[in-house]
Nanobody, 122 residues
Framework: QVQLVESGGGSVQPGGSLNLSCVASGITFNHYRAAWYREVPGRQREVIARTDPDGVGKKYGDSVKGRCTISRDNGRNTVYLQMRSLRPEDTAVYFC???????????????WGQGTQITVSS
């Protein structure tokens, strides 16, 4: 079975930085696109970063653009999210995902990690 395990979350002061990691197993890692999402109670998951299978093409959500970097190491089956200049509104559970697109560029297959908490407060 496919398993994605996030780590690196925790508590940080406003303006601080955190680095998240997501290790995948049971999947041909370099065949999949990767993304990071975040979720707060009562709200839909928000995509904040995504990258193609080789880690070259990248896109970011407007809420975090300029403050985060997504990357991947296909040799280690790991996707990373570097976040900086963190704000209280960044507080959320952060999830990684591996996915592939269908012929109309819809998500045709997707797997999720269990999430890791980031709390930004003074």
């Amino acid at each position: 079975q496919v398993q994605l395990v996030e780590s690196g979350g925790g508590s940080v002061q406003p303006g601080g930085s955190l680095n998240l990691s997501c290790v995948a197993s049971g999947i041909t890692f370099n065949h999949y696109r990767a993304a990071w999402y975040r979720e707060v109670p009562g709200r839909q998951r928000e995509v904040i970063a995504r990258t193609d299978p080789d880690g070259v093409g990248k896109k970011y959500g407007d809420s975090v653009k300029g403050r985060c970097t997504i990357s991947r190491d296909n040799g280690r089956n790991t996707v990373y999210l570097q976040m900086r200049s963190l704000r209280p509104e960044d507080t959320a559970v952060y999830f990684c995902s591996l996915y592939q697109l269908g012929t109309s560029l819809e998500i045709a297959e997707q797997y999720w990690g269990q999430g890791t908490q980031i709390t930004v407060s003074s």
